[in-house]
């Protein structure tokens, strides 16, 4: 990995850690943990019909706005195919 690169990647961690300081406690829908499961599977699989279901299935969720605005990271990391990113957003929210 150049310099250059490694200078973005540890500023992007830095901004990602960053948000997780100031971020409120946040209550889970009991069926978030098996989709992020799901999701962490197809990331691993590189299968995109299941990583698109199960972000259609999170969008279905009825959640606060704070959760709402951590679901909003994910989906952007999934759409950047950053999916470690994802991945730590999840364990954020789950507590891992």
């Known amino acids: ?5 490694e200078k973005l990647e540890f500023r992007k961690k830095e901004a990602f850690d960053e948000k997780d300081k100031h971020r409120a406690p946040v209550k889970l829908p009991a069926e978030l943990r098996f989709i992020f499961d799901e999701l962490k599977i197809a990331f691993y699989e590189a299968d995109f019909s299941t990583i698109d279901n199960a ?4 969008e279905t969720l009825n959640v606060d706005n704070v959760l709402k605005g951590e679901i909003e990271r994910i989906k952007d990391a999934v759409m950047m195919m950053e999916y470690d990113n994802a991945i730590e957003v999840m364990r954020s929210l789950l507590k891992e």
């Open 1 to 5: 990995m150049s310099q250059e690169a």
């Open 55 to 58: 972000i259609e299935k999170i």
